[in-house]
């Protein structure tokens, strides 16, 4: 399994950036694919996930409406666009595919594998 993200940079608040997502050594298509991050000394979370042929997708709160997942079977990719960055956004950002569970009727999504990439950086500052 091995992904490998690209796109990160650095921002001013408010600005916009696309991330991408290789993955290879798993059957793409059967699954969902997902975004998360992990800002320094903070715990890795949940950004959002595109079902298995890109009919739904799923954010977390904090970026609902400002971030938007894609994919492309044929190309194996996983895309992320981000506007209205903000400096909370900062952080490493990774792709996984993605699994979820029903918690207290909310929908809570984690990796399915636990081989990841180097992620990509992505700094929100003035």
């Known amino acids: 399994v091995h992904f490998v993200e690209s796109g990160g940079g650095m921002v001013q608040p408010g600005g916009t950036l696309t991330l991408f997502c290789e993955a290879s050594?798993?059957?793409?298509?059967?699954?969902?694919m997902g975004w998360f991050r992990q800002a320094p000394g903070k715990d890795r979370e949940f950004v959002a996930a595109v079902n298995w042929n890109g009919t739904n997708s799923y954010y977390a709160d904090s970026v609902k409406g400002r971030f938007t997942v894609s994919r492309d079977n044929a190309k194996n990719t996983v895309s992320l666009q981000m506007t209205s960055l903000k400096p909370e956004d900062t952080a490493v950002y990774l792709c996984n595919a993605a699994g979820s569970a029903r918690s207290n009727g909310k929908l809570i999504w984690g990796p399915e594998y636990d081989s990841w990439g180097q992620g990509t950086q992505v700094t929100v500052s003035s």
């Open positions: 050594g798993f059957p793409f298509g059967n699954y969902a």
